[in-house]
């Protein structure tokens, strides 16, 4: 801030605009303090951080290969994940004749281990297609089952055949209470 800015806002008595000035002037100084102190904090914190990684070579060299190698086999155990879920959305419209025959076409897939990309898998459709060439017999068809017999007609609801009269006479005959 200016003298010419404050006197541009419609102040023109010199003491105000000297106690403006005064107070803006504080602001600023202790505006560079602050960023003094962080900046002096800041390189302090990173000369630790340099000391404390010379110290964990000391006590562990092969500290950086090991924290690289664990941050390897995390990337592979999320990528696995990824894979398994975008193989299981795949194959969760599907019918199969069982749950083997699912898990079976599952495993088949994830040891194929198609290209994973923006979570789908590339080329799954023709697996799918030569998986169901090879093992037809594991997915369930989509058209109805055939109807192999029917229920046959019995008598009305209560109506007793002539062989349900005849047990009953007989269990009455010989003292049996019917059924």
């Not at 994940?81 to 959305?89: D, G, H, K, S, W």
């Not at 697996?127 to 007609?153: N, V």
């Not at 062989?163 to 010989?174: G, S, T, Y």
């Amino acid at each position: 801030m200016k003298r010419e800015d404050i006197t541009a806002l419609g102040i023109s008595d010199e003491a105000a605009v000297n106690k403006i000035m005064e107070l803006h002037g504080a602001d600023i100084e202790k505006q560079k303090n602050t960023i003094a102190t962080l900046t002096t904090e800041r390189d302090g914190l990173k000369t630790q951080l340099g000391e404390a990684n010379g110290k964990l070579a000391g006590y562990d060299p092969e500290w950086k290969a090991k924290s690289d190698a664990a941050q390897e086999a995390a990337d592979g155990k999320v990528a696995a994940l990824q894979y398994e879920f975008a193989a299981n959305t795949a194959v969760n419209g599907m019918k199969f004749t069982s749950e083997s025959a699912k898990k079976a076409f599952l495993s088949d897939l994830v040891a194929k281990k198609l290209p994973l990309q923006d979570g789908k898998l590339l080329g799954y459709d023709d697996f799918t297609k030569s998986y169901k060439e090879m093992d037809p017999g594991a997915f369930a068809s989509d058209a109805a089952a055939p109807k192999f017999s029917a229920s046959t007609p019995g008598p009305a609801g209560g109506a007793l055949t002539g062989n349900d009269k005849a047990n009953a006479a007989l269990r009455e005959a010989f003292g049996r209470v019917s059924q």
